[in-house]
């Protein structure tokens, strides 16, 4: 159960020392093991939010969203946020209600430029731009849009891209792995969507081998997951299955329960039989429980 303090407190504080166990809740090693903690950290209320939408949680990690807009600055943090609520919509097939929230997104930090006296805030504004493109660029796949995907991907790309300024490496590999992660992704899904196996299959494993160096199990399970969907071309299903097998044992035991409820689609696609079936109707089940309504109509 989420245990929050009465009255809110101020947020905007410096990181407490109990960062890292938010941190390896949302972004590292623990997924199931969400803090209860009560924290004025607004980037902690976020990392919170992000571990328990990951949980389907739904509902509680909307209340953690809520106070981040609420008592947050605008800017970074507002988009940061909007991008975290598109991705709990886009998980339900809500692509369209998501993209409203990417736009949102993007929309918050135009015209911020990067300080670049400041490598941390430089890295957070160029994290925000790349989370707002990479999921408009997957709410458009939602949707069939595949040539618009393309060129939001090419544009996160070119946002990577971009050398250093002064003497501070803004865009190194370790400050923005989740980034790279993220567009190794939706590069890949895009692929798949246009019948590229084997694109798709460049791409996802370039996701599992940055998610690796990210050390965070939930990106390395959804990229797995993505790994085993790009082997479904094959004559030969059986490494799809049991890499989609894998992947769903795995996010069961982080408590992960949209992959979960994704791995277990795919294998009922892949004719895994009732057990795949009744895996996938548990997993909505506990989804609704938590606040989660999936589309029941193409958005």
């Not at 970074?76 to 909007?82: N, Q």
């Amino acid at each position: 159960m989420l245990i929050l303090s009465n009255s809110e407190p101020e947020i905007g504080a410096e990181p407490r020392g109990d960062a890292t166990s938010f941190r390896a809740a949302a972004f590292g090693g623990s997924p199931s093991h969400v803090p209860t903690t009560a924290t004025p950290v607004i980037e902690e209320r976020w990392m919170r939010a992000v571990a328990l939408g990951a949980q389907g949680r739904y509902s509680a990690a909307r209340a953690e969203l809520a106070v981040v807009n609420r008592s947050g600055p605008r800017g970074v943090w507002a988009s940061l946020a909007a991008s975290t609520e598109a991705s709990f919509l886009r998980q339900l097939g809500w692509h369209r209600a998501a993209a409203v929230h990417d736009g949102r997104a993007l929309a918050a930090i135009a015209g911020i430029a990067i300080d670049t006296r400041s490598v941390e805030s430089g890295l957070r504004l160029v994290e925000a731009r790349c989370d707002a493109l990479t999921g408009l660029a997957a709410d458009a796949l939602g949707r069939g849009r595949l040539a618009q995907a393309h060129r939001l991907l090419e544009r996160c790309s070119e946002v990577l891209a971009r050398p250093r300024w002064g003497d501070n490496e803004l865009h190194g590999e370790d400050g923005l792995l989740r980034q790279r992660i993220r567009l190794s992704w939706v590069t890949a899904e895009t692929a798949l969507a246009s019948g590229d196996f084997e694109t798709a299959r460049v791409f996802a494993d370039r996701a599992a081998t940055a998610s690796d160096a990210f050390a965070s199990v939930r990106h390395q399970v959804k990229s797995d997951l993505i790994r085993a969907a790009a082997l479904t071309d094959a004559p030969d299903r059986t490494p799809a299955l049991e890499l989609a097998t894998e992947v769903c044992g795995r996010a069961a035991v982080h408590s992960l329960i949209p992959l979960q409820w994704a791995a277990s689609m795919l294998l009922v696609g892949l004719g895994a039989g009732a057990g795949a079936e009744r895996m996938r109707d548990e997993c909505a089940t506990a989804v609704a429980r938590g606040g989660g309504r999936f589309a029941t109509i193409r958005p």
